[in-house]
C-alpha cells in the first residue's frame, strides 16, 4: 500500500499535496502505523519499506513547515499541521529534521491557544466540530510535550484543555451529544 500510494502520488502533484492539514494527519497515521508495525521483531529485520516511509515523511512534514496556513484557514488548519511537526518530530527523532520540526510546532500550538481558545473554553471558530476537535488537538499536544519531558509545555496544554473540555460539557445534552 505504501508502494503504491508512493507511486501514485510524486511529491507536490496532485491532490495529495494540496492540503497542508491533509498531509499532516497522513504524517501522523503513517508514524503511528509505524510504531505499531514495528513493535513486532520480525517486521524490523524485514523491512524494506522504512526507509522509503521515512522518506515520505521528511517530504510531507518539510513541506507543511514550508506552507503552514498561516494565510488559508489560519484556525484549525494551523492548529493541525503544527500539532502533526510537533507529534512527528517528538516520536521520530532519528529524522534530521525532527528537532525543528517539533520546536516549530510547539511554538505554533502555543501561540494559537489563546488566540483560537477564548477566556470561556469556546472555539473562537463557535463551532462544535471545531471545538471537539481543537480539544483533541490540545489532549495529543498534551500528551506529547509529556513524553517529551517538556517543563513549560504541558501545564499550558493541560489548562487549555481544561477550558475546552469545560465548555463542551456545558454544551452537550445528557447523553453527550454537543
Not at 503511528?32 to 513493535?39: E, K, P, R
Not at 481544561?162 to 465548555?167: H, K
Request: contains cysteine; proline residues 3%; aromatic residues 10%.
Amino acid at each position: 500500500q505504501l508502494d503504491g500510494w508512493l507511486r501514485g502520488n510524486p511529491p507536490f502533484v496532485g491532490v495529495n499535496w494540496a492540503s497542508m492539514l491533509e498531509i499532516g494527519f497522513r504524517a501522523m497515521s503513517w508514524t503511528w502505523a509505524l510504531h505499531f508495525i514495528l513493535g513486532c521483531e520480525q517486521t524490523v529485520s524485514s523491512s524494506p519499506w522504512l526507509l522509503d516511509l521515512l522518506v515520505g515523511l521528511d517530504r510531507q512534514l518539510t513541506h507543511v513547515e514550508r506552507h503552514l496556513s498561516y494565510y488559508f484557514s489560519p484556525n484549525t488548519h494551523l492548529t493541525g499541521e503544527a500539532l502533526a511537526l510537533y507529534v512527528v518530530g517528538t516520536a521520530l527523532p532519528e529524522l534530521a529534521a525532527s528537532s525543528r520540526w517539533a520546536r516549530t510546532g510547539r511554538r505554533v500550538l502555543l501561540d494559537e491557544l489563546d488566540r483560537q481558545i477564548l477566556a470561556d473554553g469556546g472555539h473562537a471558530e463557535r463551532s462544535t466540530h471545531y471545538q471537539r476537535y481543537t480539544l483533541d488537538f490540545c489532549l495529543l499536544a498534551l500528551l506529547t510535550a509529556r513524553r517529551a519531558g517538556d517543563l513549560e509545555a504541558p501545564r499550558r496544554f493541560e489548562e487549555a484543555a481544561g477550558r475546552l473540555a469545560d465548555f463542551t460539557l456545558a454544551m452537550a445534552d445528557t447523553r453527550g451529544q454537543l
